[in-house]
């Protein structure tokens, strides 16, 4: 089984945070709302990863201005492909705060949607396990 990094930012401005709509056919949780994020490829420190994986996801427009790491937490969960394989991986996320100085974001074909939503909001969401399992832990989601 294959191992990755994960490096998951809940991303905050003006008391709003970021969700993304995956897509319905691929990844790990499809047709669900998540956190950005991926996963950090060799060589990288874990900072310059969760900024290029934003960057990557969400445009160069985004400003993060402050980074705090959290969290962590790991598990098994299954990746589909655009092609429709399948692939069993244990993943380890690194889960971070993240202040956004703006809203700038031009997202990329990883999602479908993205929403900036306030905390009373988050449960009328179909949010992933993994995504409300760290609302919860942030006291963001009952």
């Known amino acids: 089984m294959r191992q990755r990094t994960i490096l998951c930012p809940l991303i905050e401005n003006e008391g709003e945070y970021l969700l993304c709509k995956m897509p319905k056919d691929r990844g790990v949780f499809p047709d669900q709302w998540a956190l950005s994020g991926g996963g950090l490829e060799p060589g990288e420190t874990i900072e310059a990863g969760l900024r ?28 589909t492909y ?6 069993e991986i244990y993943m380890i996320y690194l889960i971070f705060d993240c202040h956004a100085a703006n809203r700038a974001i031009s997202f990329n074909e990883e999602f479908e949607a993205v929403a900036w939503v306030k905390p009373d ?15 919860i832990a942030q006291g963001l989601l009952k």
Do not use: H, Q, S
């Open 121 to 135: 909001n988050l449960c009328d969401y179909d949010l992933n396990e993994a995504t409300r399992m760290t609302l």
């Open 82 to 87: 655009a092609d429709g394989t399948r692939e």
């Open 52 to 79: 290029r994986e934003i960057r990557e996801e969400l445009g160069d427009a985004l400003i993060i201005d402050r980074v705090t790491p959290w969290t962590f937490r790991d598990d098994v969960r299954v990746k």
